[in-house]
């Protein structure tokens, strides 16, 4: 009977990448986000949405996915309030935007990316004013998106 070694049923790393180029887990620090027809995002923190299966009656099968959340510091740019104003006020088609995010590895090139087509703005806040702490206003911008898609570095 011949043995069976671990290591040959182990995945082997793509012509050119090292197994440790493509074990080392990407940082959060690097990333950058780009709203379909905005200048400017700029976002300081993305919190991704859970996306799970649920079964519907008929043992059918469905995704629900959570929304988007992106905030960045505030600047003079009212894009993200301009864009959350003009669905809260449309009374027709809500204004429909492709959402793209960005991981970068250590040395800056694209790692991943998420895509998330047809995002609507839900909700817009701003943090909290308080001169003794001398923090940077933050501006959240909420979204539901029409599901995502996964790019990697090829």
Same mark, same amino acid.
């Given at each position: 009977m011949k043995a069976s070694s671990a290591s040959s049923k182990r995945p082997r790393p793509k012509a050119g990448a090292t197994v440790a180029q493509t074990a080392q887990?990407?940082?959060s620090v690097r990333f950058a986000v780009g709203i379909e027809g905005l200048e400017s995002?700029? /976002?300081?923190?993305v919190v991704f949405p859970t996306a799970r299966i649920v079964s519907l009656p008929r043992k059918r099968r469905a995704v629900q996915i959570d929304n988007l959340v992106i905030r960045r510091g505030l600047t003079? !740019?009212?894009?993200?309030?301009?864009?959350?104003n003009q669905a809260?006020? !449309?009374t027709r088609a809500i204004p429909r935007r492709q959402v793209t995010v960005v991981l970068q590895d250590a040395s800056g090139a694209e790692g991943m990316r998420w895509?998330?087509?047809d995002s609507v703005p839900l909700s817009y806040s701003l943090s909290p004013l308080? /001169?003794?702490?001398?923090a940077a206003v933050i501006e959240s911008l909420e979204l539901q998106v029409g599901g995502f898609e996964l790019y990697k570095r090829q």
């Open positions: 887990p990407f940082t995002t700029r /976002a300081v923190e003079q !740019s009212t894009e993200w309030y301009d864009w959350w809260r006020r !449309s895509l998330f087509p308080n /001169a003794l702490i001398g």
